[in-house]
C-alpha cells in the first residue's frame, strides 16, 4: 500500500468553527508533514513530524495546530481561520532513515483538501 | 535557505514532440533532486529523481539531467503526449535523514495539445 489517505476531501467552514483535517499512511513511514498550497502555487511547507514529534514549525499561525497521535496519523485542528486560510491542504509521508541509504528521498503525497473559510 | 528557479513557467507543445525544464538551486549541499507531476484535483505525485553521484537518469519518455557544478538540473520529457499535461516541480533537497525540508521550484504548468 503506497497511498497516503486524507480526509475529507473538501471542508468549508466558518472563521468561528473548529474543524479537523486527517491523513493517514500505512506504508511504515515515520516522518509526516503538512502542506499549505494556494492556486497556481507550489506547496509550501507548514509542519514536519519525524518519529511522532514535531521537528519543524514553520512559524505557522496558532490558529492551525497538528497532532501526531501514532506513527500513521496525522491531524491539523483547525480553529478561528480567516477568509485567506482558504486553500489545498497537503499531507504527504517519507521513509524511515536507515531506509535511505543509497535510495531515494521521496515524499508520497495524499490528494488533500480543499478547504474553503467563509 | 534554498532558493530555488524554475523556468520556464509555461510550456506549450504539440503532441509529440519533446518539453525541457530546468530548475536552477542555490545550496550546493543538495544532494536529492526531485521531480514532481500534479494533475488537476492531485496531490504531487513522484516521476523521476537523481542523486548527486549520478549526471543523468532516463525512465521510458523521462530523464533528467543534472549539472552540479552549475547548480542546475533538467527535466526532459519526450514523445509528449496528452496526458503528460500537468503542473511539474522540482525540489531539490539535502540531507540523508527523514524529515528533511523540501523547497519546491514555483512550477511549470505543462500543457501538450492533440
Known amino acids: 500500500d503506497t497511498e497516503v489517505t486524507q480526509t475529507p476531501k473538501h471542508l468549508v467552514m466558518g472563521m468561528t468553527n473548529k474543524k479537523s483535517l486527517k491523513c493517514e499512511q500505512h506504508m511504515g513511514h515515520r516522518a509526516m508533514y503538512w502542506y499549505k498550497q494556494k492556486a497556481k502555487k507550489p506547496p509550501e511547507l507548514m509542519f514536519v513530524y519525524s518519529y511522532e514529534k514535531l521537528s519543524i514549525n514553520e512559524s505557522v499561525p496558532s490558529r492551525f495546530s497538528p497532532e501526531c497521535p501514532n506513527s500513521s496519523l496525522l491531524n491539523l485542528h483547525l480553529h478561528a481561520l480567516q477568509p485567506e486560510d482558504s486553500a489545498l491542504y497537503l499531507c504527504?509521508?517519507?521513509?524511515?532513515?536507515?531506509?535511505?541509504?543509497?535510495?531515494?528521498?521521496?515524499?508520497?503525497f495524499g490528494p488533500g483538501t480543499r478547504l474553503t473559510v467563509t | 535557505g534554498e532558493n530555488v528557479e524554475q523556468h520556464p513557467s509555461t510550456l506549450s507543445v504539440q503532441e509529440g514532440d519533446s518539453a525541457v525544464i530546468k530548475c536552477t538551486y542555490s545550496d550546493s549541499a543538495s544532494n536529492y533532486f526531485p521531480w514532481y507531476k500534479q494533475e488537476l484535483g492531485k496531490g504531487p505525485q513522484l516521476i523521476i529523481d537523481i542523486r548527486s553521484n549520478v549526471g543523468e537518469k532516463k525512465d521510458q519518455r523521462i530523464a533528467v539531467t543534472l549539472n552540479k557544478t552549475a547548480k542546475h538540473f533538467s527535466l526532459h520529457i519526450t514523445e509528449t503526449q496528452p496526458e503528460d499535461s500537468a503542473v511539474y516541480f522540482c525540489?531539490?533537497?539535502?540531507?540523508?535523514?527523514?524529515?528533511?525540508?523540501?523547497?519546491f521550484g514555483e512550477g511549470t504548468q505543462l500543457t501538450v495539445n492533440p
Open positions: 525540489a531539490p533537497q539535502r540531507g540523508e535523514t527523514s524529515g528533511s525540508r523540501l523547497t
Open positions: 504527504a509521508s517519507s521513509p524511515r532513515p536507515r531506509e535511505l541509504a543509497g535510495g531515494r528521498i521521496q515524499q508520497y
